[in-house]
């Protein structure tokens, strides 16, 4: 695997160990020799996971649409960054880019991010991993829902389990290589 898009917040959210969990996803795909393929920003959770892999001499390649450019300021540090016209070309491009996913904790846009990969992996648009990186069990509400989506018959277990979840960045990795 030399390539993970990973999804998150353009806000650093209220709790510090959120940023802490980026540094610390950061070093594991340096250490594991993976590329960062993400969402171009300077700002929140996104700039502090790429400021940790340039800091560190990974690789980190943006896509940000033109409209997002301004508004959640471009890095301009990057390895590569990409100027595309809009969010599904950015998500398009991050697809092709990556070798696979992870979502940190986020928003609405990193739910939308997660949840069109979660549904090409379903319909068999790609076969790539998918992750949550459960700091602080973020993610545990989320899980939750998709158990009870599959209790009331509307999600597949192993559409379910699409979603590998881990408290440590290294675990997760390991994961998504052995997926």
């Not at 590329?35 to 990974?58: F, P, S, T």
């Not at 980190?60 to 890095?75: C, Q, S």
């Not at 940190?104 to 069109?116: D, N, V």
Request: proline letters at 3%.
């Amino acid at each position: 695997m030399k390539s993970i898009a990973v999804y998150c917040g353009a806000s650093s959210g209220a709790d510090p160990r959120y940023a802490t969990a980026a540094r610390a996803l950061a070093q594991a795909l340096v250490a594991h020799n993976i590329a960062l393929v993400y969402g171009g920003g300077k700002v929140g959770l996104m700039g502090v996971i790429a400021d940790e892999v340039l800091r560190l001499g990974g690789e980190a390649t943006g896509v940000i649409p033109k409209a997002l450019l301004e508004r959640e300021v471009g890095h301009a540090g990057l390895t590569r960054l990409f100027v595309v016209k809009d969010m599904h070309e950015r998500k398009a491009m991050m697809s092709d880019l990556a070798e696979g996913f992870i979502a940190m904790p986020g928003g609405f846009g990193t739910l939308e991010e997660l949840f069109e990969m979660v549904t090409w992996a379903q319909l068999g648009i790609h076969a790539k991993p998918i992750g949550l990186y459960n700091v602080d069990g973020f993610w545990n509400g989320l899980v939750d829902f998709a158990g009870q989506m599959v209790d009331k018959g509307f999600v597949r277990p192993a559409h379910a389990a699409l979603l590998q979840v881990e408290e440590d960045p290294d675990a997760l990795i390991g994961r998504l290589r052995g997926a």
